[in-house]
DNA sequence: TATGGTAATACGGTATACCATAAGATCATT
DNA sequence: AATGATCTTATGGTATACCGTATTACCATA
């Protein structure tokens, strides 16, 4: 054998209709809790019902949509409580991908992992969160690969999208000097220097303050929903 | 307020199927990289294609079915690698449920997680694996529920599920003794006398172990398979 | 017998129409 | 104002048809 598989690549009307509604439900343009009635979902998309039903289904295994019986499904609330558990879990899953990346690093993670710290020290004050939101996981993402943690990684994008508002939230919150970036920065040089325990505490430390804000935010939200 | 809400039952089709498959998945009727085939599986079950095709949608989800492109949907396969990483996040996250469940328990807990562990050693001389497995998992699910970890406990059983071939085989191993019970035992008791460390200990042994084995089975599988 | 071409088949991907039923909203009635 | 009847909306589920593509089986030919 010398020629390699050819690779096409036959998007199906799912796959794009489910990155679609992902889309919308992170960018907040359906909101948590709003209904998706099916039909005019279908004409919005310009597709037929069972595919709209499909990539429900999907979602809903995903947790990102719930289904009421009898009712249909809605796009999936977060409280604080399951914030903080999904917090605490990528806390884990994070560390132990960075402690792994920094002792089973080859010699091309250097500066991979530089340049996605240098895109994301320019995206920091971006207009467009968007960027910065995807620059951060670019850079996560890099260790996850090095880590060979890519089951974990999986876990991590999907948990991540059941809080993308927070996510959001916090980086665009303007009274947050966005500590992130510092953290970030030890992660880099700990990783480099191929410190797994450092690697590990500074990911603990970036994510601890991420869920303080996070919660801060939904305690905020809550309890304007309480005398609202 | 006197009565409590009647529970009806509003189990759709589709929940009813998805039981089906993933039990059928789940204790090997249907073989890994099989094929699932639309129209006979909607015969077998009586069903409509719509139905079949939701629940193969969320179970993809889940990763418990593969879809190649054009050629439809297989039942997932498992390598070495991807058992070795979900063994891991599973140490990761029952360690953590184990050392919360030991901090923050009701007085509750006690009788039933020793009720658990009696049941366990009860079945763990029965023909019949299934109900074994469902001890343990019945003896884990307390512990999550105690430590209010049912996120991660989700995620837990449907990594479970990626492996419920390799957890049947490790169980109905006859050359293995079955160490599993002593750590069983050894995780109640850390967390019965609230020692958290101890318990996050004793669980990280009990998967490391499980892990072991898992991975002894694979490599005779796929040495197999190399000059079968 | 090896090669190449072609037809048949199988199956997923998609669309549409239909029915039954539950939930919610509306409105009339007492 | 509580009750009850009715209408509307939308889901849950089914049946059916069509197209495109991949695989397979078959056949002809060199």
Redesign the pocket.
């Known amino acids: 054998m010398i020629l390699e598989k050819i690779e ?1 690549s ?1 998007q ?3 796959d794009i209709v489910q990155a679609r509604m992902r889309e919308a439900i992170f960018d907040g343009r359906f909101a948590p809790g709003e ?6 979902l279908c004409e919005q998309l ?6 709209v039903r499909e990539t429900i289904r999907y979602l809903e295994a995903e947790g990102l949509v719930e ?1 009421i ?5 809605i796009v999936a609330t977060l409280n604080r409580d399951q914030a903080r558990q999904i917090y605490d879990i990528r806390r884990q899953l994070e560390g132990a991908a960075a402690a792994a990346c920094a002792q089973k690093q080859g010699r091309d993670l250097g500066p991979k992992l530089s340049a996605a710290l240098t895109t994301l020290q320019e995206k920091i004050h971006d207009t467009q969160w968007v960027d910065f939101l995807q620059a951060t996981t670019h850079f996560y993402e890099l260790i996850f690969q090095e880590a060979g943690h890519n089951i974990a990684w999986d876990i991590v994008q999907r948990l991540n999208g059941r809080i993308s508002r927070l996510r959001t939230l916090t980086i665009t919150d303007p009274t947050r000097e966005r500590p992130g970036m510092s953290h970030m920065v030890a992660i880099h040089d700990a990783i480099l220097s191929r410190d797994a325990q450092r690697a590990q505490l500074a990911v603990e430390n970036h994510i601890a303050d991420a869920a303080q804000i996070a919660n801060r935010f939904l305690q905020e939200a809550e309890a304007g929903l309480d005398h609202g």
């Open positions: 096409k036959p199906t009307l799912r209904r998706l009635v099916e039909r005019p310009g597709v037929s019902r069972t595919v289904i019986p009898n009712r249909g499904p």
